[in-house]
C-alpha cells in the first residue's frame, strides 16, 4: 500500500502592527525541524545583538493634568476642611435669632406711630392682616398691642426683604470688579506757566530762608562757645565764613542778641496783654476778622495806619481803626449769604508807595469767593448812625463820625464762581498772583488774582475740605478736612507728597510757621497739633481748648526780620484766646472777655515792623471777634 508523506506545518500568524511606543516583539518562529535547529539559533543570536546593539527608546511622559478653572476655590486658596456644625449648635444659634429679631420686632413696635386706636379701626386692620379680632381674656388695650406687634412684624420682614435684596445687587459678578486707577489730566497753559513761577519763587525764597537759618545757627554756635571761652577771636571769623552773611557781606554778631531781645520783649507784652476795647460790630454773629498795618499818606508823621476789616453772617465787611476802634469803611451785602472766611494781603509794592494798596478775599456760603481793593476815599467820608445806639455799643461815643482822612473805600475786584459747593477758608499765595479757596464739595481751587480765572481744581479728600494754609516759601499748600485727615500738597507737581492722622475729630484750621519747619493743625477736638515737616511726624500736642478751636496763627509780619514765630495764638469757641510760646509751646496767656464763642484772631504789628533795628516789641496787640457780635482790642 503506498504511503503519503506528511503535510506541510501551518504557516505562522502574521506579526502585530507596529506600536509608536517601542518596537513590536519578533514573531514566533515555527516549531524548528532537525534540519533547521541551527538556522533558528543562529537567527536569536542575531536578534539578540541587534537589540543590545540599538535599544528601544523610551516611552514619552504622561500628559499633564488639565489646568483648574481660574475662579475654582482650589486655585485661589488651599483646600480648607469644614466641620458641619451639630444639630445641637444649629439649634442653639437659632434660638439666638430668634432673640435678636424678636428684640428688633420691639424696636420696630415701640416706633410706630400709625397704629389705630378707635376700636373698629383696629378690628378693622386685624381682619386685613388676617388675624383674630379679639382671642379670649383680652380687653380693648391688648387687642390694640396685638395689632402693634404684628404690624411691628411686617416691617420687619419687609426690611429683611430689602437688605437681602440689596446684599444681592451689591454682590459683583465674575469679572466685575472695578480697577483703581489713578487718572492725571492734562494741565492748563495757564497753570502750567503759574507752577514755573511758583517753583521759582520758592527756590529763591526757600535758599534765603535757609541761609539764613545757617546764619542764625552759626551764630548760636559762637555765643555757646564763648560763654564756653574755648574760642578765640580769631577762631571766630573762620566758624562764619563769608557766604553765609545776609547783611551787605557783613557779619552782625549783635543779631542773635538782638534777636533774643524781641523775643523777651514780644513774650514779656504777650504776658501782659489784656482787653483794651469793645466795639459792637455787626448785627449778627461775626465770623473772621483780619489786621494790617500799611502806610497811609495822611494819617500822621510817621504815615502809618493800622485797621483790622471784620466780616459775618450779615454779609457786610467793616474796617475799623486800631487801637480807637473807629469806624472807616463799609460794604453792605457784598455775598447773597454768611461769609465765612476771610484773607488780607499788602502788595509789596504797597509797602514803599505813599498810594497803598490792600486786596481781601472773602469766601461765602453762597458757593462764590470775591476780592476786594482797600485804598483811601477819593471824598471825605462820614458814616451817620442812631447816636443813641453808638452811645450803647461805642467807644467813647465818637465812633460817628470817621476821620475824614483816614477813611478807607472798598471796591470789589473780581468774583470766583466755581466750586459746587459752600466755601469754607480762603488764603492768598505768598507770591502775591494766587488765591486758593476750600469748599464742602471735597475740592480746593487755586485763582489768578489778576484775571479772576480758576487754575487749578484739586481733589483727593473724601471729606469736606475746610482749612487751608500756603508755605512762606510758595511751595506747599496744606488742607485739612471733615475726616480728621491734612493733606500736604506740592504746588509745583500738583502731588500730594504726604498726609498727617492724628485728630480725633474734624480737622478745621492750619498754619505754616515762619521758620518753615512746622505746621500747626487743630479742630474739633480742642487740641493743637504741631507737625515737623523734616521728620513728616507730630512734634508737639498741646490739649489747648475744652472746645472747638475756630483758629491757629503763628505771629508773622512779613515787614519784620525779627519775627521768627517765635509765638502762637488760638481762639475757641469755649470763649477764650489764649497765647503760646512757639520755642516750647508752654502758654503765655489766656484772653477772656468774649460772652459767647470766639471765631476768630489776629495780630496787630507794631511801628517796629517798619523798622527792624529797632528794639521795641513786634506785636502791638491782638484783635478778635466772635458769636457775641462785637470786636475786641486787646493789647
Given amino acids: 500500500m503506498a504511503s503519503f508523506p506528511p503535510p506541510p506545518p501551518p504557516p505562522p500568524p502574521p506579526p502585530p502592527p507596529p506600536r509608536r511606543t517601542a518596537p513590536p516583539p519578533p514573531p514566533p518562529p515555527p516549531p524548528p525541524s532537525s534540519s533547521s535547529a541551527d538556522f533558528v539559533a543562529s537567527s536569536n543570536y542575531g536578534t539578540t545583538m541587534s537589540q543590545a546593539l540599538h535599544p528601544p527608546p523610551p516611552p514619552p511622559p504622561p500628559p499633564p493634568p488639565p489646568p483648574l478653572p481660574p475662579h475654582s476655590q482650589q486655585y485661589l486658596q488651599p483646600l480648607v476642611e469644614v466641620m458641619e456644625l451639630t444639630a445641637e449648635s444649629r439649634a442653639q444659634q437659632a434660638a439666638h435669632q430668634a432673640v435678636l429679631d424678636q428684640l428688633e420686632i420691639t424696636k420696630i413696635a415701640s416706633a410706630l406711630t400709625d397704629v389705630p386706636t378707635l376700636p373698629q379701626d383696629v378690628r378693622q386692620a386685624l381682619r386685613q392682616q388676617g388675624h383674630p379680632v379679639r382671642l379670649f381674656g383680652e380687653?380693648?388695650?391688648?387687642?390694640?398691642?396685638?395689632?402693634?406687634?404684628?404690624?411691628?412684624?411686617?416691617?420687619?420682614?419687609?426690611?429683611?426683604?430689602?437688605?437681602?435684596?440689596?446684599?444681592?445687587?451689591?454682590?459683583?459678578?465674575?469679572?466685575?470688579?472695578?480697577?483703581?486707577?489713578?487718572?492725571?489730566?492734562r494741565a492748563i497753559p495757564e497753570l502750567i506757566e503759574a507752577r514755573q513761577a511758583i517753583s521759582k519763587f520758592s527756590l529763591e525764597r526757600a535758599k534765603a530762608r535757609l541761609e539764613r537759618e545757617r546764619h542764625r545757627r552759626a551764630l548760636a554756635l559762637v555765643a555757646r562757645k564763648r560763654k564756653r571761652r574755648a574760642l578765640s577771636d580769631a577762631d571766630e571769623h573762620q566758624q562764619i565764613?563769608?557766604?553765609?552773611?545776609?547783611?551787605?557781606?557783613?557779619?552782625?554778631?549783635?543779631?542773635?542778641?538782638?534777636?533774643?531781645?524781641?523775643?523777651?520783649?514780644?513774650?514779656?507784652?504777650?504776658?501782659?496783654?489784656?482787653?483794651?476795647?469793645?466795639?459792637?460790630?455787626?448785627?449778627?454773629?461775626?465770623?473772621?476778622?483780619?489786621?494790617?498795618?500799611?502806610r497811609h499818606p495822611n494819617h500822621d508823621d510817621k504815615g502809618l495806619l493800622k485797621f483790622c476789616v471784620t466780616a459775618g453772617w450779615t454779609a457786610s465787611i467793616q474796617i475799623w481803626e486800631v487801637p480807637t476802634l473807629v469806624r472807616l469803611g463799609e460794604g453792605n451785602l457784598c455775598h447773597q449769604d454768611r461769609i465765612m472766611g476771610m484773607d488780607i494781603l499788602k502788595t509789596t509794592s504797597s509797602a514803599t508807595q505813599n498810594d497803598a494798596t490792600v486786596l481781601l478775599a472773602t469766601a461765602s456760603i453762597d458757593r462764590t469767593a470775591k476780592l476786594?481793593?482797600?485804598?483811601?476815599?477819593?471824598?471825605?467820608?462820614?458814616?451817620?448812625?442812631?447816636?443813641?445806639?453808638?452811645?450803647?455799643?461805642?467807644?467813647?461815643?465818637?465812633?460817628?463820625?470817621?476821620?475824614?482822612?483816614n477813611a478807607l473805600a472798598l471796591s470789589e475786584v473780581a468774583h470766583l464762581q466755581g466750586h459746587q459747593g459752600r466755601l469754607c477758608r480762603t488764603r492768598f499765595h505768598p507770591m502775591e498772583r494766587h488765591v486758593g479757596t476750600t469748599s464742602f464739595d471735597h475740592t480746593w481751587r487755586l485763582w489768578d488774582i489778576e484775571t479772576g480765572q480758576n487754575l487749578l481744581l484739586q481733589d483727593g479728600h473724601a471729606a469736606p475740605v475746610f482749612g487751608m494754609a500756603f508755605h512762606d516759601d510758595g511751595s506747599l499748600c496744606a488742607t485739612t478736612d471733615f475726616a480728621s485727615i491734612v493733606q500736604l500738597w506740592d504746588l509745583r507737581t500738583g502731588k500730594s507728597i504726604h498726609y498727617f492722622t492724628g485728630h480725633a475729630k474734624r480737622a478745621l484750621v492750619a498754619d505754616f510757621s515762619p521758620n518753615g519747619f512746622h505746621l500747626a493743625t487743630a479742630g474739633d477736638d480742642g487740641a493743637i497739633r504741631v507737625w515737623d515737616l523734616r521728620r513728616r511726624k507730630v512734634s508737639a500736642s498741646i490739649p489747648a481748648h475744652s472746645n472747638l478751636i475756630s483758629q491757629v496763627k503763628f505771629f508773622n509780619k512779613r515787614e519784620s526780620s525779627s519775627s521768627n514765630g517765635e509765638c502762637l495764638v488760638s481762639s475757641s469757641f469755649d470763649g477764650t484766646v489764649k497765647l503760646w510760646s512757639a520755642r516750647d509751646w508752654k502758654p503765655l496767656?489766656?484772653?477772656?472777655?468774649?460772652?459767647?464763642?470766639?471765631?476768630?484772631?489776629?495780630?496787630?504789628?507794631?511801628?517796629?515792623?517798619?523798622?527792624?533795628?529797632?528794639?521795641?516789641?513786634?506785636?502791638?496787640?491782638?484783635?478778635?471777634?466772635?458769636?457775641?457780635?462785637?470786636?475786641?482790642?486787646?493789647?
Fill in 589 to 635: 496767656n489766656t484772653l477772656k472777655g468774649h460772652a459767647g464763642q470766639v471765631s476768630g484772631v489776629d495780630f496787630v504789628a507794631s511801628d517796629a515792623t517798619i523798622s527792624p533795628r529797632n528794639e521795641r516789641s513786634a506785636c502791638a496787640g491782638l484783635v478778635t471777634c466772635g458769636f457775641d457780635k462785637t470786636l475786641k482790642y486787646w493789647c
Fill in 372 to 405: 476786594w481793593k482797600i485804598q483811601p476815599a477819593t471824598q471825605p467820608m462820614v458814616i451817620e448812625d442812631d447816636k443813641n445806639e453808638s452811645e450803647d455799643a461805642g467807644n467813647n461815643g465818637n465812633q460817628n463820625d470817621a476821620p475824614e482822612n
Fill in 139 to 185: 380687653n380693648l388695650a391688648d387687642v390694640r398691642q396685638r395689632l402693634r406687634k404684628v404690624l411691628a412684624l411686617q416691617v420687619f420682614l419687609n426690611q429683611k426683604q430689602q437688605q437681602q435684596q440689596t446684599n444681592i445687587k451689591s454682590e459683583p459678578l465674575d469679572g466685575d470688579e472695578e480697577e483703581q486707577v489713578t487718572k492725571y489730566t
Fill in 241 to 294: 565764613p563769608s557766604d553765609m552773611d545776609i547783611d551787605n557781606g557783613e557779619v552782625d554778631h549783635d543779631e542773635l542778641q538782638r534777636l533774643d531781645r524781641s523775643y523777651k520783649q514780644t513774650i514779656q507784652f504777650l504776658r501782659q496783654v489784656a482787653l483794651d476795647g469793645s466795639q459792637y460790630a455787626d448785627r449778627r454773629a461775626l465770623s473772621s476778622i483780619c489786621a494790617e498795618t500799611i
